[in-house]
């Protein structure tokens, strides 16, 4: 297959799976197991073209509470707890660059991490089920989200919004809208800072001569436009269902793949 075609089905499986519950570090794996390996900084560039779909999404919440009504306590407070979940994901990361963990290429332990995580969210939904919906985002919330964004990082097929918004959800934020609008906007400074790290990293080792420039610009637009979309239907989804599809869709794939691995 054209490496070009190659880049759009990669920066539409990403600009899809990056915001759903369903892991898209783990389904990227996948893809690249058959479609060839794609570089660090090309995965981590498409994913920034999904965040991207992040700012236009919530453009009219991020210019009130950067500019518009910063002096708002309670937009003071929410920025704060967003710095505070950041902060806590870049220690974690860089512990984690320190020690040299680099992502597994193996599809088996994927298979395993999408299903025990797709198992993960049944009982996290069942557990939230009969409580009352709660919008506020404590201190507490913003802790583990921060801490859950290392944990998808260090296990491909996790999730980082899975991760994030189920963390939040357990940790009291029990409104599904609520708890994925901050998982989806710490995930802004958390992915652009991973794509600029990536980058320079890349710039210091003398590899800028290689980068292939044009995938990543046309990886990075596909993403960022399907993300959009896909972000767009989620928030939607969710306003009157619960995350239980998305778990039986992680179990499924997830066992299909250990049986064509067999």
């Known amino acids: 297959m054209d490496n070009f075609w190659q880049v759009v089905i990669l920066g539409i499986i990403e600009g899809i799976t990056e915001f ?3 892991s898209s570090t783990g389904h990227l794996l996948i893809a690249e197991h058959w479609l060839g390996p794609r570089t660090e900084l090309f995965n981590i560039a498409i994913q920034a073209g999904a965040i991207l779909a992040i700012v236009l999404v919530y453009r009219q919440r991020l210019t009130d509470m950067l500019i518009s009504k910063f002096g708002v306590a309670e937009n003071r407070d929410y920025l704060l707890k967003l710095l505070l979940a950041f902060a806590i994901t870049s220690a974690g990361g860089i512990a984690v660059k320190l020690f040299g963990f680099s992502l597994p290429e193996e599809v088996v332990p994927i298979a395993w991490a ?3 995580g797709g198992v993960a969210i049944l009982v996290v939904e069942f557990m939230v089920a009969n409580r009352p919906p709660n919008l506020y985002i404590s201190w507490n919330v913003a802790a583990w989200v921060g801490a859950c964004q290392v944990l998808a990082g260090v296990f491909p097929g996790t999730s980082r919004s899975a991760a994030t918004i189920f963390a939040a959800m357990l940790a009291g934020t029990t409104s599904r809208p609520a708890a994925a609008e901050f998982a989806f906007l710490v995930g802004i400074p958390t ?5 600029g790290y990536s980058l320079l990293d890349t710039v210091q080792a003398g590899g800028i001569d290689g980068i292939d420039w044009d995938s990543l610009a046309v990886g990075f637009a596909v ?5 959009f979309v896909a972000v767009k239907w989620l928030l939607h989804y969710i306003q009157t269902h619960r995350f239980t599809v998305f778990a039986w869709y992680r179990i499924a794939v997830g066992v299909v793949l250990l049986i064509l691995l067999q």
């Open 191 to 195: 992915m652009f800072a991973a794509t």
């Open 114 to 116: 999408l299903i025990v």
């Open 223 to 227: 993403s960022a436009v399907v993300a």
């Open 20 to 22: 759903l519950p369903i």
